[in-house]
T-cell receptor, first 114, second 117 residues
Framework: GEDVEQSLFLSVREGDSSVINCTYT??????LYWYKQEPGAGLQLLTY?????DMKQDQRLTVLLNKKDKHLSLRIADTQTGDSAIYFC??????????????FGKGTKLSVKP | GAVVSQHPSWVICKSGTSVKIECRSL??????MFWYRQFPKQSLMLMAT?????????EQGVEKDKFLINHASLTLSTLTVTSAHPEDSSFYIC?????????????FGPGTRLTVT
């Protein structure tokens, strides 16, 4: 079945760049997403990329997609303490009778040290 | 961006009672809403897909008689945890898909923390 893998922890210093990596298994995924979850809160959509794109940039966020290797990454430039959160990678499932629900990774906890 | 609200944000109930959680899309009509459950320090687990005007589709292993889902309008879906037990304590999150958006991204509610004593 579909599976999304992420490393669980990442620690960086304020001002550095953060790179969060994700691998997925469903080659038919059309959209891949990055969500941010702060403690005790719901998920906030950060950005998404369509599968026919290699890169998408949105202010401090850069998403890279290697469809051949099924590898997705999120780069946060000039990481701030407010970026500390859990980041979830997700792919949109298309199989059988599914209605395009999202398959989530376990999340990467980003800690930003001042 | 689109806004999805959940109510209540947290609830404490006694074992054996039922709890209803509401999920509303505030500025768009959502034909499809999703209910997730998140255990501490874990990912989101999809429980069911809720379609307006029809029965919900439950994921394998989720008891449909325990987790009742109703999607009576295009802006409201409810999840009722019936005869709650301590093991039902969790963070429940709903999401709604905006059909007018090509990428079909889901917008998430802030979550409801359920504690069953």
């Amino acid at each position: 079945g579909e599976d999304v893998e992420q490393s669980l922890f990442l620690s960086v210093r304020e001002g550095d760049s953060s790179v969060i990596n994700c691998t997925y298994t469903d080659s038919s995924s059309t959209y891949l997403y990055w969500y941010k979850q702060e403690p005790g809160a719901g998920l906030q959509l950060l950005t998404y990329i369509f599968s026919n794109m290699d890169m998408k940039q949105d202010q401090r966020l850069t998403v890279l997609l290697n469809k051949k290797d099924k590898h997705l990454s999120l780069r946060i430039a000039d990481t701030q303490t407010g970026d500390s959160a859990i980041y979830f990678c997700a792919e949109r499932a298309y199989y059988g009778g599914s209605q395009g629900n999202l398959i989530f990774g376990k999340g990467t906890k980003l800690s930003v040290k001042p | 961006g689109a806004v999805v609200s959940q109510h209540p944000s947290w609830v404490i109930c006694k074992s054996g009672t039922s709890v209803k959680i509401e999920c509303r899309s505030l500025d768009f009509q959502a034909t499809t809403m999703f209910w997730y459950r998140q255990f501490p320090k874990q990912s989101l687990m999809l429980m069911a897909t809720s379609n307006e005007g029809s029965k919900a589709t439950y994921e394998q292993g989720v008891e449909k008689d325990k987790f009742l889902i109703n999607h009576a309008s295009l802006t409201l879906s409810t999840l009722t945890v019936t005869s709650a037990h301590p093991e039902d304590s969790s963070f429940y999150i709903c999401s709604a898909r905006d059909p007018g958006v090509p990428a079909g991204e889901q917008y998430f509610g802030p979550g409801t923390r359920l504690t069953v004593t």
